[in-house]
């Protein structure tokens, strides 16, 4: 079964200044989605960005990118120019090519200090 | 149509009590899904739906459970017999089966 690993319970980063949350994840498949969920305080979650394991280009979405390294399993986020609506739970999440579920990391707190 | 809708969104049920839980879908999304998550973990996977059919259940999915999605619009998740160990936040999901599944603000449960 595959598993999703976030290392990091909690993280806090300076307003504008850069971050970057882990994930690893264990699977013996070569096909999978990779996904960064943001769930706000009492707010629902949404997508921030995804990852297809056949695209060796890492996926950017305005200030959010990711480091995918295929190889090491490894996942990371960084957020750019970091704003306080950045602040909330971050999770990992990985989908099998041709299955349904979802699997998601533990999730990492994400503080921003003014 | 504004995105997938919960309800009710607080729950509090005595232990041994049936609770009913609704997620209604975006409309044009035919795949549905139902998560639980508890506190400070994240969502884990409960079943799936595609239309009106009931396509996997996890293990998580005790006897006790059951979901229905008829007619492929409207599902609905209930827990007979509740324990204290069901309190959670289930979470409902969808989409049209492109990449992204769109949650909807969950049920937080709560079985005293």
């Known amino acids: 079964a595959q598993t999703v690993t976030q290392s990091q319970p909690e993280m806090s980063v300076q307003e504008a200044e850069t971050v970057t949350l882990s994930c690893t994840y264990d699977?013996?498949?070569?096909?999978?989605?990779l996904f960064w969920y943001k769930q706000p305080p009492s707010r629902q979650m949404i997508l921030v960005i995804r990852?297809?394991?056949?695209?060796?280009q890492n996926a950017t979405e305005n200030r959010f990118s990711v480091n995918f390294q295929k190889a090491a399993k490894s996942f990371s986020l960084k957020i750019s120019d970091s704003q306080l609506g950045d602040a909330a739970m971050y999770f990992c999440?990985?989908?099998?090519?041709?299955?349904?579920?979802?699997?998601f990391g533990q999730g990492t707190r994400l503080t921003i200090n003014p | 149509d504004t995105g997938v809708s919960q309800n009710p969104r607080h729950k509090i049920t005595k232990r041994g009590q049936n609770v009913t839980f609704r997620c209604d879908p975006i409309?044009?999304?035919?795949?549905l899904y139902w998560y639980r998550q508890t506190l400070g973990q994240g969502p884990e996977f409960l079943t799936y739906?595609?239309?009106?059919?009931?396509?996997?259940k996890s293990r998580l999915l005790s006897d006790r459970f059951s979901a229905e999605r008829p007619k492929g619009s409207f599902s609905t998740l209930e827990i007979q017999r509740t324990e204290q160990g069901d309190s959670a936040m289930y979470l409902c999901?969808?989409?049209?089966?492109?990449?992204?599944?769109?949650f909807g603000p969950g049920t937080r449960l709560t079985v005293t």
């Open positions: 999901a969808s989409t049209e089966g492109a990449y992204e599944q769109y």
């Open positions: 699977t013996s498949e070569s096909d999978y989605y």
């Open positions: 990852q297809e394991a056949y695209k060796q």
């Open positions: 999440a990985y989908r099998s090519e041709g299955a349904q579920k979802l699997v």
């Open positions: 409309s044009e999304h035919n795949r």
């Open positions: 739906f595609q239309n009106e059919a009931q396509l996997e």
